[in-house]
């Protein structure tokens, strides 16, 4: 460091410095601050939105199954896509759909789960729940695809028993017999997987 020998040299050194570099300084402290602010500011309002989110969505359920329920979660959906409550309400909205006998909406809600969810369960939840409305829509080779897109490991067994009841229905007795076995393995006290597979030779008219 550089050494003076009086105060008054001292002086000079730090006007001369601050003269050279006093901008950048000032410059990079505002920068420094203004990100602080700015994030704050960011969080603040994802703080707000997600509590915005959250009261609108308890209204648009507190309507489920009344007269014009449809149409506020469908305006909430579309207002707040990119929140995990428009997943869920979606799923909501498919259900009352299938309930009505609406099997293109359905599909539609289930759709929008699918392909927007970031959730990773939720999305695998919309994709079985597609698939069900997809075999009774007896659009199996398109619910062979939507199985194909469920990865995750926790629904494994149900990806199994939903690919034997298109199988069966394909008339592909082998292919069904394998995929119940399989998903026997995976869940070995459910009942009603060993009657489907059970049931295999007289579908097979064996």
Do not use: C
Request: glycine letters at 8%; charged letters at 25%.
């Amino acid at each position: 460091m550089e050494q003076f020998a009086t105060e008054e040299q001292q002086v000079e050194a730090i006007k001369r410095f601050w003269k050279d570099h006093g901008i950048a300084i000032l410059v990079g402290a505002g920068l420094g601050l203004g990100g602080l602010w700015g994030w704050r500011a960011f969080t603040d309002a994802q703080i707000e939105s997600r509590e915005s989110a959250s009261v609108a969505y308890q209204a648009a359920v507190e309507t489920f199954g009344t007269e014009g329920s449809d149409a506020k979660i469908e305006t909430f959906i579309k207002e707040n896509e990119d929140s995990g409550y428009a997943s869920i309400a979606s799923l909501l909205a498919a259900k009352q759909a299938v309930d009505a006998g609406d099997l293109d909406a359905a599909a539609s809600h289930l759709n929008r789960v699918v392909t927007f969810a970031e959730n990773d369960e939720i999305k695998a939840l919309a994709g079985l729940r597609l698939t069900r409305v997809q075999i009774e829509m007896n659009q199996l080779d398109a619910a062979l695809s939507t199985l194909g897109n469920v990865t995750n490991e926790a629904f494994s067994a149900e990806v199994s028993e939903l690919k034997g009841d298109v199988y069966q229905q394909q008339s592909k007795f082998d292919d069904a017999r394998l995929a119940y076995s399989s998903a026997l393995e995976k869940n070995a006290n459910n009942p009603l997987l060993q009657m489907k597979l059970d049931n295999l030779a007289v579908a097979a008219g064996q």
